[in-house]
Every structure is written in structure tokens, then in C-alpha cells.
């Protein structure tokens, strides 16, 4: 049974087993998310996508829509709080855009964009997180990582390989790939698997063309992630 | 390494290469190593036939695991804000250099490693520590020394006094549960007496609430569970009393098993269940056998396996699994998660475990109190039940109390008894503040200690701390943000770093380096936690530091230096490795040399 809920003011139809992200999606309204992906069931980690209901903070990705709910998304609060969660995962890794390889097609810097950061706010962690540039195709900058789990997801349960997985807890959780030495170069990752091509950052990098398109005419760059989002349906 | 192998491969073997089993198997193979050295993850993964990227995972979840070497003798201090009044950083300091050893690290020769563990649950009898998984209380300076030489003689464990591994169960006062014997089967014979369907009517006749802390209503939990569909549904006993200042539940599964499992296959009547596990935590695995032994007693007795009691088509049976060192996996479905042998995530909800539990299955998630107090609810009936407490608080709740008291223990009050009435059964001179319900519950402050102890008023699964006039509500709300930081899963956004950035917000301030602008950072973080956190363990992070902070100010302002901003970066000691490296040490190589001329 779908129904209509109230999306910032605006009727948005649902149909049954929708959630409030991809109801508000379909009616043209973006929510900001990073661990979301269209193509993959709501993980509900990085909590961008957060929107109040009733006076509740919840998951959009992963609530479903019900009849006469009442959302707010597009608020002065809620994106303060977005900008927050931003800054948090800014702090955590080791980001610095101008030189990153991604920059540009970045979704973590092109929602700092959108959500007007100018700033990191918070101490920054400065954790030693070495890359694994083993295998021939493709590099791995862990500095990056914002355990989004789209590659972990990607790897599983579309390529069937397992090839990477969260390891240790809070603050010091990281990535592992699937081999006894910690080498990507010793599984069987290829470049052609979905998990290749997932990662929302800088962690998956394929190498040899970082920088075929220079920087300032990417995906962000021509367009906001938001605009990106909604007419290109990424 | 061979040998690694072989270990790793028997426990496989001995879990029937079931992937489920993995936290288990894991525990296991670690007993037999020491450690999990790579090896053995990678023969466990194949065996298993899952990626070894995926056991790495699981192994690099919990505290008790180590895929590094460990001392022989593993000692952990436990480092709630209580075995800390008790004096327990002195007494390690004391060990490490009885040992030559320094915190966090191993011996030269691999004998022994020092370090910290959260909360072991022994607030009354404390400062505890864990010596390989077992329990070892009321330390002080003697034992220290003699624990130290018998390290250094390398006394197996089993040969250590008899004494130190003894745990006290302090019930100092009786109520309803703890004051009652009880004969095993007289519940459950009542219960069936009655009829599945009557059995439940009594419970919620009763209006019983969980006792874990969130109290939700267990006939309407139990109902659901059974009218959800599938036939193959679950029974859990939430035995993962991980919440600093709580034991109330250890008192119960060291003297009061027969109630817990008697419960658990009372929930199994209720509900139609054939399988049922209770989930222990690490810190408790010295009550494993004892566990265990009443396990076979009740099997013997008729009233576990098939035919319960002569019932036809009433099986049911109870297997237990320990936990590894890991607070998040007492919320349920991060307990669930682990039970099935993964890291101990929780999950998103909807849908919830009485339609989608334990491999999937329709599951009921209890408390060990709520179970234990079903069999009371059996034998006297639910009205009977619901004439001691309040009217939304039926019943007696068990309080583990500890801190300034004369009298620490597990206390058993009806439901609606106040603070204060409390506080002068312990013996508490000079309460200053109580903290109910543990680290991620309420503190209270002496204008409220008419408040009671009731859902309606203060909630709480048991904690109950006290805190007298000469300690500082800082450093006790500081002790909670060290723990939530080194308790959370990493998960979700908010609660991985917030509660690392919290972490150290409070540190700066505690080092003398704190502004007004950091307190308005740290309100700024509580309000993220709290909104944005996936489960309760990051919207309950906060609880300590909002609370002290409207009800004790001072005690934060009085560690501003600054009115706006002061950092945490100390310049200076930033430039103490060029100045190594130069060998230089003069004036001018510091800053602000000019002035200090």
C-alpha cells in the first residue's frame, strides 16, 4: 500500500517498501548521501542522508515512507548537521583535494561543496594509513576511506570474490583485502569487477589515468553533485 | 606455524564447520595459540569456506581477540571510573614495574602484557583485573606482589590462591527473585499448566518490562515473536552485562541459573522457540562451566531437549556463546549479528528480531533479569506479580550499587523505591551524585535524589554509582567518554569519530587547555550523537557529559584558561624532534626564547 507523505512541504507519492530517500528521489527531491548507492540495498552508515520525521532524527536511506509522514531534509538544521558529519569524516582520514587523483570526481569533496564546509571545524586525526600500490591495475589509498562498505558490498554480493572487508573497531576500523599477506596484488581482484569502480573517494584508484581528464573539467565540476545526482540518476 | 594450523583446523572441526560458530571457533583457536596468527585465520577461512578477508574482519572486532602475540599471562586491568577510585591505576603502575613491563606492550620475554579493559563487572569487589579471561578481584598493593611473582615463576593459573579467583555474589538485599527458593520445572509445570496461550495472558497481566534498560513490554515482545512467521524460532538470553557499574546480572547466572534457563524455556512455551542461546560475555567466562553444569543438570531432569516434561511437541534446548570483549554486542541486534559469528554491527531497524532475528528467524532478544523473573510470574501468577512496584514499573528491579559505600552489592527493591532511600540502605556518607544506569545513563545530583527508581522516573538496568564529595564529576564523565570511544563500533559516522573527538575534547580540557569555545564544541558533538547515531550506544554517548554539564558546570569552567580559544598543539614540543636531530638544545632552538632570557 503507498500513499503521500510531505517532503520540506512538498507531496511526494511513495509506493509500498520505499524508503524516503527513494521516494523523495523519484518525485526530483536530492538528498545528500555517501554510503547510499542506487544499485545497492541502504547500508545506513554515514548518515548524510539523515532527515527529521515528527521531530525525529532518522535514516532516510533506510526508513521506509508511510502515509502522512511529515519530512524535513532541506532545512538550516539538518544541513548543519550534514556539514558536521562532513567535517567528521574530513578530520578522520587524510584528505587534501589539490592533489588528490580524484578531486573533481569526488563525492565526499563535492558535497563539502554543496553543503557550503569551509572549514574542518575539529582536530584532524592524522592517522598513518599506508597505501598498497601492489597490484599492477589498480592503487589503494586508505587515506581516503570513509567506510561506506560500497566496495566490501560491491565485492561480495556482485563479483562474489570477498575481496575486501572492515577490520578492527571505532576510531581505528580500516580496510583489509583478502589475502594473508594484506596485498591486493595476492586475490583475485580484477579491474574490470563492479567493486573497481564503486568507490564514492579516493581509495580505488585506477592507475596509469589519473589525470587523463585534468582537474576542473570533471563530473563536480561541471555540475553539483545534487544537479549530478538527479539528472544523471548517480 | 603448523601447529596454528592444526589448532585452527580442530576448532573448525569441533564447531562442525559451521560459519556461524566463527566468534567461537576464533575464541578456541586463540586458547590453544595464544594469539590468532595469520595462518590460522587464513586455515579457518578455507575450512569455512568463507573469505579470509571476511574472519580478519570478525577477529579484528573484539578486545579479547589479538592477532598479534600477547603476553602468557594477559593481565587487564579493569578501568571503570570505580576500580579507578579503588586505587586500580596506582596498583597497575605498581605491576608493570614489578614486571618490567610497560601498559599495552609485551615483556621482553614474552611472559606478560599489562594493560586496560572496560568495566569486568566487579564494581563491588574491586579493583579487578583479568588474568587469560579470568577473574581476579579485591587487589591491592599484597596481591600485587604476589600476582607479580607468580608471573614471574610461571604458576600455572590453576595453582594460583584459591582465593583470588573466588568472586563474591554481596546480595545484601532480598526481594522477591533473590529472596525465594525455588525447584526447577515448578515454573515451567505451572506455566503449562496453564496453557501456551494462558501462560502468556499471565504475562502480560503482569505487565513485566525488560530489565536491560530499555523496558520494553514482554508479553507484547513475546506475542509478536510468536505470530510471526516461520517455525523455527529463538530464544536469547542477553547475558552481555557490559554497561560499567553493572553486575547484578553476574550475581544471577553464578546463583540464580536454574531461573535464567528455566525463563529462557519458558519464553520458548510462550512463543513455540525449539532453540535457545545465551550469549555470555568474555568477562564472565569463569561462570562457563558452572553454566554448563546446570545445563546437563536440567537435560537429566526432563526439562530441556525433547518432550519437555512429558509434553509432546515441547523441544527445546539451550546452547551458550561467549562473548570476546565488546560493549555494543549487549544491544540486541549487534548481539545477534555476533551470535551468527560476525562483527558485532547493529543492525537497521526495521525489521526487528521478533520477525527477523537470529539467522533470520523470528527471535526473542531477554535480558537474563527479565528471564529470571518469569519463573516468578509462573509460579505466583501475573497479578500477583504486578501488587509490588508502580503501575507502568511492576515488579523489583536488582541494582548493582557501588562506589562510596559502606555496603557495595546487588540490592533487590521494588520498583519506585527513591535515590535516597537507597543511599542510606548502602551506607553512602556524603553522596554527592549517583550514577543510575551506568555509563550511558542518568546522573543525578543531590537536589534529585527524591527522584525514583521506577521506567516512569529514572530508568536504569541496574547501575547504580556513587560518587561522594571529594570526586570530580569530570573526571567520572571523562572516564564514560574514554569508554564509549573505545566501545564503539565505528559503524556509523557520528559515533566513530564523535566519540573520538568528544574523547579528546575532554582531554584537552582535563590538561589545562581547555576555552569556552571547546565547551561549545563538545555541546555541538553531544547534539550530533545524539541525533545522528545509528543505535544506542552513540545516542547514549553523550548522556554523561550533557548531564554533568547543566548539573555541574563548574567542575568544566573551572579548567577554561581562556575565555576564547586556546589549541591543543603545543608548538614547541612540536619542534622537539628537529632539535634531536640537530642536537641542539639551547635558547634559542625553543620558542620564545627572547622572553625567557
Not at chain 1, 576511506?145 to 571505532?170: M, P, W, Y
Not at chain 2, 518469569?374 to 562506589?403: C, M, N, R
Not at chain 2, 553531544?526 to 548522556?543: F, I, T, V, Y
Amino acid at each position: 500500500m503507498g500513499g503521500k507523505f510531505l517532503f520540506d512541504g512538498q507531496p511526494v507519492p511513495f509506493e509500498e517498501g520505499q524508503t524516503i530517500l527513494q521516494a523523495a528521489r523519484a518525485a526530483g527531491h536530492y538528498i545528500p548521501h555517501l554510503c547510499w548507492h542506487p544499485d545497492f540495498p541502504p547500508h545506513g552508515s554515514c548518515k548524510l542522508c539523515i532527515v527529521k520525521v515528527g521531530g525525529r532524527h532518522v535514516s532516510s536511506c533506510a526508513l521506509p515512507a508511510r502515509d502522512g509522514m511529515e519530512v524535513e531534509s532541506n532545512t538550516p538544521e539538518i544541513n548543519g548537521e550534514r556539514r558536521a558529519l562532513l567535517q567528521m569524516l574530513f578530520v578522520e582520514g587524510n584528505h587534501f583535494c589539490p592533489s588528490c587523483e580524484k578531486s573533481g570526481n569526488c563525492q565526499l569533496q563535492a558535497l563539502a561543496y554543496e553543503l557550503d564546509m569551509s572549514s574542518a571545524r575539529f582536530a584532524h586525526f592524522y592517522p598513518d594509513r599506508p597505501v598498497d600500490a601492489s597490484h599492477p591495475d589498480v592503487l589503494l589509498d586508505f587515506n581516503r576511506c570513509i567506510f561506506c562498505e560500497l566496495c566490501v558490498r560491491a565485492s561480495r554480493d556482485v563479483d562474489h570474490k570477498g575481496v575486501f572487508a572492515l577490520t578492527g573497531r571505532g576510531i581505528r576500523k580500516h580496510l583489509v583485502v583478502n589475502a594473508e599477506s594484506g596485498r591486493l596484488a595476492d586475490t583475485d581482484f580484477a579491474v574490470g569487477d563492479r567493486a573497481a569502480d564503486i568507490c564514492p573517494v579516493g581509495v580505488i584508484l585506477h592507475k596509469r589515468v589519473g589525470f587523463a581528464l585534468p582537474i576542473g573539467e570533471r563530473k563536480y565540476d561541471e555540475a553539483s553533485i545534487s544537479t549530478v545526482a538527479m539528472e544523471k540518476g548517480e | 606455524m603448523q601447529d596454528a594450523e592444526r589448532i585452527a583446523a580442530q576448532a573448525v572441526e569441533h564447531h562442525r564447520r559451521e560459519p556461524s560458530q566463527l566468534l567461537q571457533i576464533l575464541i578456541e583457536t586463540q586458547d590453544g595459540i595464544g594469539h590468532l596468527p595469520p595462518a590460522s585465520l587464513t586455515r579457518i577461512a578455507d575450512l569455512l569456506d568463507l573469505p579470509r578477508s571476511r574472519v580478519e574482519g570478525v577477529a579484528g572486532f573484539y578486545s579479547f581477540l589479538h592477532m598479534e602475540p600477547v603476553g602468557r599471562y594477559r593481565i587487564l586491568f579493569s578501568d571503570n571510573i570505580i576500580d579507578r577510585m579503588l586505587g586500580s591505576r596506582g596498583l597497575m603502575e605498581s605491576l608493570c614495574r614489578l614486571l618490567e613491563v610497560a601498559p599495552g606492550e609485551v615483556s621482553a620475554d614474552g611472559a606478560v602484557s599489562v594493560d586496560t579493559t572496560s568495566c569486568t563487572g566487579m564494581g563491588d569487589q574491586g579493583p579487578a583485573i583479568l588474568v587469560n579471561g579470568l577473574a581476579v578481584t579485591r587487589l591491592d598493593e599484597a596481591r600485587v606482589e604476589r600476582i607479580a611473582s607468580l608471573v614471574r615463576a610461571g604458576t600455572p593459573l590453576a595453582d594460583w590462591p584459591a582465593d583470588y579467583l573466588h568472586v563474591d555474589d554481596n546480595i545484601r538485599r532480598r526481594g522477591a527473585l533473590l529472596g525465594e527458593d525455588f525447584v526447577p520445572g515448578a515454573a515451567l509445570q505451572a506455566a503449562m499448566a496453564r496453557g501456551r496461550q494462558g501462560w502468556l495472558e499471565e504475562v502480560r497481566i503482569s505487565g513485566l518490562r525488560g530489565r536491560g534498560g530499555a523496558g520494553f513490554t514482554t508479553a507484547v515482545k513475546w506475542m509478536a515473536c510468536r505470530d510471526a512467521p516461520g517455525a523455527d524460532k529463538v530464544v536469547v538470553c542477553n547475558a552481555d552485562e557490559g554497561e560499567p557499574g553493572t553486575f547484578k546480572d553476574r550475581v544471577l547466572l553464578a546463583s540464580q541459573a536454574e531461573r535464567i534457563f528455566e525463563g529462557m524455556t519458558l519464553a520458548a512455551w510462550a512463543t513455540g522457540a525449539r532453540q535457545g542461546l545465551l550469549y555470555l560475555r568474555g568477562e564472565y567466562r569463569y561462570l562457563l562451566k558452572h553454566l554448563r553444569a546446570v545445563l546437563a543438570l536440567r537435560r537429566a531432569a526432563g526439562l530441556l531437549g525433547a518432550r519437555i516434561l512429558g509434553e509432546g511437541g515441547f523441544d527445546f534446548d539451550i546452547d551458550i556463546h561467549l562473548g570476546a570483549g565488546a560493549y555494543v554486542c549487549g544491544e540486541e541486534t549487534a548481539l545477534l549479528e555476533s551470535l551468527e559469528g560476525k562483527r558485532g554491527t547493529p543492525r537497521i531497524r526495521p525489521p526487528f528480531p521478533v520477525t527477523h532475528g537470529y539467522l533470520g528467524r523470528p527471535t526473542v532478544v531477554n535480558n537474563v533479569e527479565t528471564l529470571a523473573k518469569t519463573t516468578l510470574i509462573a509460579v505466583q501468577g501475573g497479578a500477583a506479580f504486578a501488587a509490588t512496584g508502580t503501575p507502568q514499573s511492576t515488579g523489583t528491579k536488582l541494582l548493582s550499587i557501588s562506589g562510596d559505600c559502606a555496603y557495595p552489592g546487588v540490592y533487590e527493591y521494588p520498583f519506585g523505591v527513591t535515590i535516597e532511600h537507597v543511599l542510606e540502605d548502602c551506607g553512602a556518607h556524603d553522596p554527592q551524585v549517583v550514577q543510575v544506569g551506568g555509563a550511558s545513563g542518568v546522573t543525578i545530583a543531590g537536589h534529585e535524589f527524591h527522584r525514583r527508581i521506577a521506567f516512569e522516573d529514572v530508568p536504569t538496568a541496574g547501575a547504580f554509582m556513587v560518587f561522594d564529595g571529594r570526586r570530580d564529576p569530570f573526571e567520572m564523565a571523562r572516564n564514560f567518554v574514554h569508554f564509549f570511544a573505545h566501545e564503539s563500533c565505528g559503524f556509523c559516522t557520528p559515533c566513530r569519530v564523535g566519540t573520538a573527538l568528544l574523547k579528546g575534547y575532554m582531554d584537552k580540557l582535563a590538561s589545562g587547555k581547555g576555552a569556552k569555545m571547546d565547551l561549545a564544541d563538545i555541546e555541538w558533538l553531544d547534539r550530533l550523537l545524539k541525533n545522528a547515531s545509528h543505535c544506542g550506544l552513540g545516542s547514549s554517548a553523550p548522556n554523561p557529559v550533557i548531564d554533568t554539564l547543566i548539573k555541574f558546570r563548574p567542575a568544566y569552567e573551572r579548567r577554561l584558561v581562556s575565555l576564547d580559544f586556546k589549541p591543543a598543539f603545543d608548538l614547541d614540543a612540536a619542534l622537539e624532534t628537529a632539535r634531536r636531530m640537530t642536537g641542539r638544545d639551547d635558547p634559542a632552538a625553543h620558542l620564545d626564547w627572547r622572553e625567557e632570557v
